[in-house]
């Protein structure tokens, strides 16, 4: 995780976890999430290629440029926009995948609830800044 300063100034909420479990939690979630878009991509049903990925990537890019927006650019409500559009594609690509292999679709879910935890800590840093 990115900090600097600015981050370090701010008043976060009372239950963010201390920096070092934010590398351990996205490792792992990178992991369910390239396990489950592979299970997708590998299924008959999608492979060689399927519309159902572009929403996949649709999240990941989300996903990317939240760190830029929220600490390159310091802009936390911006970077709160972007994760609420970040859980509605990512609640899509779970429904999409479940309709491809369930399993998919369930690698997902810790992802779908750190973001919750994410959108609370973001949600936390505006409101008390």
């Not at 998919?104 to 992802?111: D, E």
Request: aromatic share 22%; glycine share 2%; charged share 10%.
């Amino acid at each position: 995780m990115i900090q600097d300063n600015w981050y370090k100034k701010l008043k976060k909420a009372p239950w963010t976890p201390p920096p070092y479990v934010f590398g351990i939690v996205w490792t792992i979630l990178y992991i369910l999430m390239a396990i489950s878009v592979y299970i997708v991509w590998t299924d008959k049903k999608c492979y060689p290629y399927c519309k159902e990925l572009n929403i996949f990537f649709l999240q990941l890019f989300l996903n990317i440029i939240w760190t830029t927006i929220f600490f390159k650019f310091k802009m936390p409500f911006l970077a709160f926009i972007d994760i609420i559009l970040l859980l509605l594609v990512v609640g899509n690509t779970y429904k999409k995948f479940y309709q491809i292999n369930k399993l998919s679709a369930y690698l997902l879910i810790p992802y779908l609830l750190w973001l919750l935890v994410a959108f609370t800590l973001n949600g936390y840093i505006i409101v008390m800044n």
